[in-house]
């Protein structure tokens, strides 16, 4: 697990438009993957790409306002703690927001 | 609550004092005890301490097998949570380890220097993995090789779990109960098992040569490798196993090796307590120890009662149970006279049933016999006395409630020998439920008996759930569930109810598919989200319900919905099946199996344009183009310009034909032609759960159309037969005959009334080998070819619409619908990263990258 340990930095990723409601899209931020979500309640999550189980690509998942399900094998994941909710280990979460201007960042 | 107690001197006991009951070992047998003590009203007369060297609550040893092979969470294992220890006012100190007892002073010592006065003392500290003496298994510093794992504990659960998600190979050493679900936990994560045993056959202490050899058959069909008859010789390895050498100088390798060889009764802290240890701790009729000074007792598999040890969990019900009589006093007369144990096998596909005597051991013993090995059955009883003293249940185990019966309470037998093994059609064979005795044992794995059913059903338990909840009855290892179901429903009567949620839709709205569909409609919905607004609880969106309601919505608007892309599972938002490392695979449509040269010189060429990791035929009559990008997905369909064959959806998927009439010198009917007419008319339909279709030209049945969710079979004079609720995957059902017709025309009809009536009444992912039962055939027949309920007309036209707003999917491509639709979801990730096979080579390379778990961050930064 990659929780940041140092100095977070801010990055700057993407605009929020590039988000599909209710999807999940990734990105390489500060040379680490990093699934971004955005949930139909506008707030946006950014957590490690790949799932804990089997690498399976997070970002291709189905959310809600409180998990991620990994596509490949049904394993959930909260969007704001990490926790598993079906017994795998936790993922990383990243501090995460959206500027006025529409761009999203995240600390890492 | 893990503050030791320093007091040195124990109190002279008083009686007004609560005596002090200190139980060394917090697991089954322990706490069980404990159990036993409260229920006879044991608090007003104890203060209770419970010491484990475990740093949790108690929870069901049984079920790590299944928390092995991913059945069960942790979380859904805990008898007593920790909240119950307090809640009974138990101090439990979790994680502290008891290292010797001072009975003369009633002191326990425990690992962290804290003594513990004590009245009455329980010793309950189980059993350990035992190791036998192997080469290399040790390091120089006496330390076990990296690799190597016993399987006793959550913790080694929980670590093999994590080495099983990382290496590809084990072996499991020892063939026994333990050996067997290791191995079986271990290969359904898909690694490469080898089973070593050294005796000559598997489970050779519940079963005879003859079973042993059926089951070999039986596990080797599940994948793994047995060898039996083959003692390890040495472990290989510096710091980490590499593999296991046997005898003839073999090395098998290995990434994880695990040791089920036997357990050895946990006696280190009788023995320094001057308790009599043989093999286990030394018990008398009432569970009290021998040696030492009084006050000292012990329950489980760490003790020896009779020269008998267990290592299975009825025998410790009965003892906490004779235990708890006399610590309490409430029956002083109390004893234990030993148990009758039965094994069963916790092994997906394999049941497996074993009590008393393996085969006969005095010249006049009964021994009925029945081998079946290719299909995997042995079943045998052995008789004494005109009692039954022994029985073998492989591969069938219909009988296992009488025959369980019988055995642990001598009940008479019938004349005819045979009819244990068998119903041979005469009435009354199984024992009805109401005949059982009320102290019947029901579940073994939890020791609850009929009349605690009973009792719980009288308490307001009315579900079979709830009947579990309450008395933990099938939550072992689920194999008298259904002996469970039928006393709940005898004990409730008509009262009965069924579990709520298991009738719903999608789990997160509650409401079954009738009542849903309803409100549905009343209300307009046309969206997911409003679905989830009006009708979930608190307005709740729930995750794992979104592609359900979305299929729901399609079927019920088939002119069309308000799309969220969101509501639609991975495959469905690229149109292609998502593969284990985050590629995907294309099957392009190929109706019916037919296709022509140029239509695979474009999937040939494809395949080279964007160097597909493998191209196969698949088990569906076409073509699947392995190990494709996302990015690939829009140009390699518009470079196909084939349309999608659905072989990700919740839809029709194919529709498998043979030759017929055109080529083979038996077609009755032009099987090839109908197919492609039924798959062009149906094709991407979406349906409950997936719906594969087979014609064939006469009932040779070359495309396999008995085994379809329809299969359509000409069976000459220009008639053909249409089955439905087939199937041959992980269940196999030969379909029901719905009827016969006079023309292809009429089959076409006929599979569209189907199809939607499955649509509207199928509940989500139930395959219609599931929903024809469900309903009956007769049922079926009933309401689509002799419409007894008027719904013919209305199911065909509302097929009609559907048909008449099909569009394909994969035109969408070229437009992405939403940003980024087509962009990878492992940045740094050099796709693909599926094993490689050009074609025609034996086998392919050796798969040298399976999964990505370990990523590494490479080349590829994505353009933003
Ligand atoms: C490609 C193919 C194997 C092959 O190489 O031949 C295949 C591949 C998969 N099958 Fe299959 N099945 C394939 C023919 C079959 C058949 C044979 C047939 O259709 O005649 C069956 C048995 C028939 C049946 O379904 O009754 C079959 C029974 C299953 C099952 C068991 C379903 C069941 O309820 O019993 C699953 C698991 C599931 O659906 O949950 C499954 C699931 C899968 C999935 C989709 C697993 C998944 O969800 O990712 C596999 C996708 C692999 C991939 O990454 O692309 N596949 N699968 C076959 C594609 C056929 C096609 O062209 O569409
Ligand atoms: C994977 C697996 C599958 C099984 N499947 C079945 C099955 O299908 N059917 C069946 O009947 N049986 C099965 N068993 C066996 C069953 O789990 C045991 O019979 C049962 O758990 C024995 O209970 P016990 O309390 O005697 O020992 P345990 O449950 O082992 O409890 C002993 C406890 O004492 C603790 N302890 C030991 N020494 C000390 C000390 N010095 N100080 C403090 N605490 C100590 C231990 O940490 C442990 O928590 C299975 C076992 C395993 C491992
Ligand atoms: S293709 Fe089918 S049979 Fe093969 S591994 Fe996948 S699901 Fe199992
Ligand atoms: S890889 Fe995510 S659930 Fe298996």
């Known amino acids: 697990?990659?929780?940041?340990?140092?100095?977070?930095?801010?990055?700057?990723?993407?605009?929020?438009?590039?988000?599909?409601?209710?999807?999940?899209?990734?990105?390489?931020?500060?040379?680490?993957?990093?699934?971004?979500?955005?949930?139909?309640?506008g707030k946006v999550s950014a957590v490690q790409a790949t799932c804990p189980h089997a690498g399976g690509p997070l970002a291709d998942g189905q959310i809600d306002e409180r998990v991620v399900v990994c596509p490949l094998h049904q394993n959930a994941f909260d969007l704001d703690t990490g926790e598993s909710t079906t017994g795998q280990p936790p993922i990383a979460v990243h501090p995460c927001s959206v500027d006025p201007d529409g761009r999203v960042t995240v600390e890492l | 609550m893990t503050a030791t107690t320093t007091r040195t001197s124990a109190l002279p006991q008083q009686r007004d004092h609560k005596r002090r009951l200190v139980v060394v070992g917090n697991g089954m047998a322990g706490v069980r005890a404990v159990e036993e003590?409260?229920?006879?009203?044991?608090?007003?007369?104890?203060?209770?301490?419970?010491?484990?060297?475990?740093?949790?609550?108690?929870?069901?040893?049984?079920?790590?097998?299944?928390v092995l092979t991913g059945q069960e969470q942790e979380d859904s294992i805990f008898l007593n949570s920790l909240p119950w220890y307090t809640e009974n006012g138990i101090d439990l100190r979790a994680g502290v380890a008891v290292t010797r007892v001072d009975t003369f002073?009633?002191?326990?010592?425990?690992?962290?220097?804290?003594?513990?006065?004590?009245?009455?003392?329980?010793?309950?500290?189980?059993?350990?993995?035992?190791?036998?003496?192997?080469?290399?298994?040790?390091?120089?510093?006496?330390?076990?090789?990296?690799?190597?794992?016993?399987?006793?504990?959550?913790?080694?659960?929980?670590?093999?779990?994590?080495?099983?998600?990382?290496?590809?190979?084990?072996?499991?050493?020892?063939?026994?109960?333990?050996?067997?679900?290791?191995?079986?936990?271990?290969?359904?994560?898909?690694?490469?098992?080898?089973?070593?045993?050294?005796?000559?056959?598997?489970?050779?202490?519940?079963?005879?040569?003859?079973?042993?050899?059926?089951?070999?058959?039986?596990?080797?069909?599940?994948?793994?490798?047995?060898?039996?008859?083959?003692?390890?010789?040495?472990?290989?390895?510096?710091?980490?196993?590499?593999?296991?050498?046997?005898?003839?100088?073999?090395?098998?390798?290995?990434?994880?090796?695990?040791?089920?060889?036997?357990?050895?009764?946990?006696?280190?802290?009788?023995?320094?307590?001057?308790?009599?240890?043989?093999?286990?701790?030394?018990?008398?009729?009432?569970?009290?120890?021998?040696?030492?000074?009084?006050?000292?007792?012990?329950?489980?598999?760490?003790?020896?009662?009779?020269?008998?040890?267990?290592?299975?969990v009825a025998p410790l019900w009965e003892q906490a149970s004779v235990l708890a009589d006399h610590l309490t006093g409430a029956d002083p007369t109390a004893e234990y006279h030993g148990s009758r144990t039965a094994t069963k096998l916790k092994v997906a596909g394999v049941d497996l049933v074993q009590m008393g005597l393996p085969g006969p051991e005095n010249d006049d013993d009964e021994f009925v016999v029945f081998s079946e090995p290719h299909r995997g059955v042995y079943l045998n009883v052995v008789v004494r006395d005109d009692r039954l003293v022994g029985a073998t249940l492989l591969g069938d185990v219909r009988?296992?409630?009488?025959?369980?019966?019988?055995?642990?309470?001598?009940?008479?037998?019938?004349?005819?020998?045979?009819?244990?093994?068998?119903?041979?059609?005469?009435?009354?064979?199984?024992?009805?439920?109401?005949?059982?005795?009320?102290?019947?044992?029901?579940?073994?794995?939890?020791?609850?008996?009929?009349?605690?059913?009973?009792?719980?059903?009288?308490?307001?338990?009315?579900?079979?759930?709830?009947?579990?909840?309450?008395?933990?009855?099938?939550?072992?290892?689920?194999?008298?569930?259904?002996?469970v179901e039928q006393i709940t429903q005898w004990a409730a009567g008509g009262n009965l109810t069924v579990d709520e949620s298991a009738n719903w839709y999608v789990p997160g709205v509650p409401m079954a598919k009738p009542e849903l569909m309803t409100a549905i409609r009343e209300r307009g919905l046309k969206s997911v989200s409003a679905v989830f607004r009006e009708l979930a609880p608190g307005g709740a969106e729930d995750a794992k319900s979104k592609m359900g309601l979305t299929s729901l919505l399609r079927m019920m608007w088939p002119e069309g919905i308000e799309e969220e892309r969101d509501g639609r599972f991975i495959n469905d938002r690229v149109h292609a099946n998502i593969q284990r490392d985050g590629t995907f695979s294309v099957v392009p449509q190929m109706k019916g199996g037919v296709t022509t040269p140029e239509q695979l010189r474009t999937i040939a060429d494809v395949a080279d344009k964007y160097d597909v990791g493998m191209v196969k035929v698949t088990g569906g009559q076409r073509i699947d183009l392995l190990g494709v990008k996302?990015?690939?997905?829009?140009?390699?369909?518009?470079?196909?310009?084939m349309p999608s064959g659905y072989a990700y959806g919740k839809s029709v998927r194919t529709?498998?034909?043979?030759?017929?009439?055109?080529?083979?010198r038996f077609g009755l009917g032009d099987s090839t032609k109908l197919g492609i007419d039924l798959e062009t008319r149906f094709q991407g339909i979406e349906t409950p759960a997936k719906l594969k279709l087979g014609v064939v030209g006469c009932p040779r049945n070359c495309a396999e159309a008995y085994v379809k969710d329809i299969g359509v079979v000409a069976v000459g004079n220009g008639k053909w037969e249409v089955h439905v609720g087939g199937a041959a995957g992980a269940s196999v059902r030969k379909a029901d005959l719905l009827a016969t017709v006079d023309s292809p025309e009429e089959v076409i009809t006929l599979a569209g009334r189907f199809i939607q009536f499955y649509r509207e009444w199928g509940n989500w992912l139930e395959r219609t080998y599931e929903f024809v039962p469900r309903l009956g055939i007769e049922r079926v027949r009933a309401v689509l070819v002799d419409d007894s309920d008027g719904l013919?007309?209305?199911?065909?036209?509302?097929?009609?619409?559907?048909?008449?707003?099909?569009?394909?999917?994969?035109?969408?491509?070229?437009?992405?619908?939403?940003?980024?639709?087509?962009?990878?979801?492992?940045?740094?990730?050099?796709?693909?990263?599926?094993?490689?096979?050009?074609?025609?080579?034996?086998?392919?390379?050796?798969?040298e990258v399976h999964s990505n778990s370990n990523a590494t961050p490479s080349t590829a930064e994505v353009s933003r």
């Open chain 1, 1 to 41: 697990m990659s929780v940041p340990t140092q100095r977070a930095t801010r990055h700057d990723v993407c605009p929020l438009d590039d988000l599909p409601v209710g999807e999940g899209r990734a990105y390489v931020v500060g040379g680490e993957q990093v699934a971004l979500f955005r949930r139909r309640s």
């Open chain 2, 37 to 66: 003590v409260l229920e006879r009203g044991g608090a007003q007369q104890f203060d209770v301490t419970v010491f484990g060297a475990e740093p949790y609550g108690n929870y069901n040893r049984i079920m790590l097998s299944h």
């Open chain 2, 105 to 312: 002073a009633k002191v326990v010592h425990d690992a962290e220097g804290g003594t513990t006065p004590y009245d009455v003392l329980v010793i309950a500290t189980g059993s350990s993995p035992f190791f036998p003496t192997m080469e290399g298994l040790r390091r120089e510093d006496g330390s076990m090789l990296d690799g190597v794992f016993g399987f006793r504990t959550l913790d080694d659960t929980r670590a093999l779990l994590a080495a099983a998600r990382e290496h590809r190979r084990a072996v499991v050493i020892g063939g026994g109960l333990l050996g067997l679900e290791a191995a079986h936990g271990l290969a359904t994560h898909g690694l490469q098992v080898d089973l070593v045993h050294s005796p000559k056959h598997l489970m050779n202490q519940q079963l005879g040569p003859e079973a042993g050899r059926v089951l070999r058959r039986v596990v080797e069909g599940l994948g793994i490798t047995v060898h039996t008859g083959v003692r390890t010789k040495g472990v290989h390895g510096t710091d980490r196993v590499t593999g296991v050498e046997l005898p003839d100088g073999r090395v098998l390798d290995a990434d994880l090796v695990v040791v089920a060889a036997g357990i050895r009764p946990n006696t280190t802290v009788a023995l320094a307590s001057g308790l009599d240890v043989e093999r286990g701790i030394v018990v008398d009729d009432r569970m009290r120890c021998e040696g030492g000074a009084g006050d000292v007792y012990a329950v489980g598999e760490c003790v020896q009662h009779r020269g008998q040890t267990y290592g299975l």
């Open chain 2, 399 to 483: 009988k296992t409630t009488f025959l369980q019966q019988a055995f642990d309470q001598g009940l008479p037998l019938p004349e005819e020998r045979m009819s244990l093994l068998f119903d041979l059609g005469t009435p009354g064979e199984e024992v009805g439920v109401a005949e059982l005795a009320d102290d019947a044992q029901v579940c073994n794995c939890n020791g609850v008996t009929k009349g605690a059913i009973v009792q719980a059903v009288e308490g307001g338990a009315t579900s079979l759930n709830a009947v579990m909840g309450a008395t933990k009855a099938a939550k072992g290892c689920g194999s008298c569930k259904s002996v």
């Open chain 2, 630 to 641: 996302k990015e690939d997905l829009p140009r390699m369909w518009k470079d196909l310009g």
């Open chain 2, 655 to 664: 529709v498998k034909t043979c030759v017929g009439t055109d080529f083979c």
């Open chain 2, 792 to 847: 013919a007309a209305g199911l065909d036209e509302r097929m009609q619409v559907t048909v008449d707003n099909y569009r394909d999917p994969w035109l969408e491509g070229q437009e992405p619908v939403t940003p980024g639709q087509f962009r990878t979801s492992l940045p740094l990730v050099d796709l693909p990263l599926v094993p490689r096979r050009p074609a025609g080579a034996p086998g392919g390379l050796v798969p």
